[in-house]
DNA sequence: GGCTATACTGACATTCCTGTCAATATAACT
DNA sequence: AGTTATATTGACAGGAATGTCAGTATAGCC
């Protein structure tokens, strides 16, 4: 005695429940939606936020729909991971190869660092860190090449610069150390800088001020040993 | 690693019902071990693995026996974050106050450092940070009192020394910002450090490295600054 | 030895979340 | 228009996790 059709049946105006015109999107698009959704809520409230209705009802959509596109929860977890790998990888490439034209080393550690340190990437990026499961992502172990690629980067960068002004060739391990704490300072930033910074009292243009100060020692530092 | 701790059958094998012998500790033993527990739990799994009965068959108890020492899984949480919070201050304030007889500055940088990149508290630290629980702590908010603390103790440290060697007053932004710069760039380590390394083709050794590397930096900074 | 306080347990209730399925509606195409 | 492919939905199944409770056993004390 199941059968009984409820409520929607045929078209009654019943004010409780109109069906509620469905919206169909392209695959790519409810994909696309989905994702942000769920990079809002983790970065929101972290990875125990992460619910299938949650992110739906953040869309407009019901969770089935979720599943239909990604297969199942962690698969959603993998497009994520996925994602955020390559639109990292991107922003890190395009801040190393924008600015060309400029001669000073240290544009690309601060690009690097800003990039880095974008509050919901990090936090994402080190959400997966805390739960092993980075560098899942299908195409390539991002990580490996950008860290690479970075580096040899900024080498040739410092190479040539000082080549050109006749310093003596920089330390290899000098530009991988000053890259890694950047890196590490950038994220480090990301999850702690907030409360760090209203712990000693430092409002937002104090943060910028941080960030300036930064910059400049990595600067002295790198025009120091290339002397 | 599938050797889990999960023999708790006393010696006597009865086919039936052995009993079980019960383990009756004090309440004070049994919360730290459910604390410890629970923080080894958070620290290898993240967030997620962080579930009563998980924690419960590592102590080798059952899991009501943590509903009855915390309240609830909440209220776990909050006494894990408070002894996480006392600890680190504990740590902190003892790295600041060991080394008195030097007069190096960087000293304490390099504890602070040492304190915050280990891995477990700034683990736990960064996932109440992601989580949004920081600063829970029932006694206080010691996250103020900490960075108040430390930079004040570097400030007058700094102060003493450059009075002592006709420098003039360091600037107390800059000692802020070097402490920021430490406490980030330790709790950046603490969760990319190892992918970083190994992504940079970093061994132990390279990593050991990098710490000097950063020390040094920091203490040229200190002194030009001062000088 | 007996008594008491309470750390501890097994079984159950409840809530929440992921995943399945049959059915439906809509965009695209002929 | 009709037809098709599939995005979408409501309802339900199954499982897992927290929380409750009445009862049990053990350490400390007389």
Redesign the interface.
Known sequence: MSSVDKDRATTDEKPGKPPAKRIRRTAEEARRLILDAAEARLAR????GLRLQDIARDVGISHPAILHHFESRDGLVRALINRANNQLRDKLLAALAGDEKSDDAMDHIGHVFEVLSDRGTA?L???L????R??EGTSEQS??N???EI?EAMQQRREAYAKEHGLRKPDR??T??T???A???????A???R???E??G?NQD?LK??RV??AK?LN??LD?TAE
Chains 1, 2 share one sequence.
């Open positions: 409230q972290g990875p125990e936090r990026l080190s959400w860190l805390l739960t092993g980075a560098a990580g490996h950008v860290m690479g580096v391990e000098d991988l150390f890259a890694m704490l890196a590490n300072a950038a994220f480090g930033e999850i702690v800088g409360q760090l910074a712990a000693a430092l104090g001020r941080f100060w930064f020692m002295d530092h120091d």
